[in-house]
């Protein structure tokens, strides 16, 4: 009964997302899934940030149509709560989009709605690869871990780095970031001496910590979620006193995002990180969108999710321009494959094969500037696809 009941309201979203639908309407109305909530609330309101930053920026209309986001708390780490939201937001809400999306299970728990529904689906941060393959209505304006993860690999062997101790969280983004990290490292000549996994709720990370320190790797690669968990680790690295054993932290930029850098205080300095977005990015795109969201949330610092969030409401919006206001589903993924975009981060597209982002990596370090902690960019990787795609 419950499955006849799910059949019978996605195909009554599937007939909202018919052309004739689309033009009756005068609003265009965004749905986001984002975790507003408990541990993970810093990534759906960065995200949410982000994309109220956009429209700051660039108004609330376009092609005469409003632009509406409807927002829904998925509380966490929640696949069934972000299931019964995004059949929520297509049959009652009646959307055009569904956005937001900070962690995998949720996103991979919308793609069969996403499908049925026909609904343009934009992933602004979760950042396991498979996602996008899991419904041809989604597109990714974030990145995937190991395409972040692979440049750190290779830049560690380049710069004499042999022995590295992985520590990730275990989950899907966790899981992709180590494998990759040995993949790469290895095929360079490297050796991962060890390896830990992590829970994603509530890790007591001292004994991990101490395991690392134990092998005597030269350094340790770390993939944990941005915020509490990242703060996390830092502390265990300091009071475990890994940095004066001289083992070396690297990492993917969730460490030691924007928004949590502050918090992470001076131990943080010198640590690098392979990444998509630093506040530090030295652009116009970038500081407009610095002064954009600064209006929205004057009390936050961005982060990558925030720029996710930016840049796929502009994916929105140029969705909403070339169609003329007449959303359809098929014709919005024409439009998203193969578009580009002058991001807050430098060039990115959207492949038009695989419907995910291809877009610089950056290596920082994080440095002190003007008093305040940043992520220097200082290298990068240029027009970087996900390794498995």
């Not at 019978?8 to 975790?35: D, N, Q, Y």
């Not at 209309?61 to 509380?75: H, M, N, P, Q």
């Not at 609904?119 to 690869?129: C, E, G, L, Q, Y």
């Not at 440049?151 to 101790?165: C, L, S």
């Amino acid at each position: 009964m419950r499955k006849t009941i799910l059949g019978a309201a996605l195909a009554l979203a599937a007939a909202f997302a018919s052309p004739a639908a689309g033009a009756a309407g005068h609003t265009i109305k965004v749905g986001i899934l984002a975790e507003m909530s408990g541990t993970f609330a810093d990534f759906g309101q960065q995200i949410t940030n982000g994309a109220k930053a956009y429209m700051k920026q660039h108004g609330d209309t376009v092609a005469g149509r409003k632009i509406e986001l409807v927002i829904r708390d998925t509380t966490g780490p929640a696949p069934d709560v972000a299931k019964r939201l995004a059949q929520e937001l297509v049959v009652k809400d009646e959307v055009d989009f569904i956005a937001g999306f900070g962690l995998t299970p949720n996103a991979l728990a919308v793609a069969s709605i996403a499908t049925e529904a026909k609904k343009p689906t934009i992933v602004m941060n979760a950042a396991t690869s498979v996602i996008t393959a899991r419904s041809p209505y989604i597109v990714r304006t974030s990145f995937t871990l190991a395409q972040v993860t692979e440049p750190m690999a290779q830049w560690a062997h380049r710069n004499g780095v042999r022995k590295v101790y992985t520590v990730v969280a275990d989950y899907g983004p966790g899981h992709d970031a180590e494998a990759t990290f040995k993949k790469t490292f290895a095929k360079l000549g490297g050796e991962v001496v060890g390896e830990a996994r992590v829970p994603l709720k509530n890790p007591e990370f001292s004994p991990f910590v101490q395991k690392v320190k134990d092998a005597r790797p030269e350094a340790v690669f770390v993939f944990v979620p941005a915020g509490e968990l990242a703060v996390g680790f830092m502390k265990a690295y300091r009071e475990r006193e890994l940095a004066k054993a001289g083992i070396r932290l690297l990492s993917t930029g969730d460490v030691t995002e924007d928004g949590v850098i502050d918090a992470l205080g001076d131990n943080a300095l010198g640590v690098i990180s392979t990444h998509q977005y630093s506040m530090a990015h030295d652009s116009p795109e970038n500081k407009a969108f610095l002064a954009a969201y600064a209006q929205v949330a004057p009390q936050q610092r961005p982060n990558f999710m925030a720029v996710g969030g930016y840049d796929g409401m502009a994916a929105v919006y140029e969705v909403v321009r070339r169609l003329d206001g007449n959303v359809d589903g098929d014709k919005a993924m024409g439009v998203l494959k193969g578009l580009k975009i002058a991001s807050p981060r430098g060039p990115i597209q959207i492949d038009a094969d695989t419907r995910d982002i291809v877009q610089n990596v950056y290596v920082r370090e994080v440095r002190k500037v003007g008093g305040k902690l940043y992520n220097v960019e200082f290298d990068h990787f240029p027009a970087v696809r996900d390794p498995g795609k």
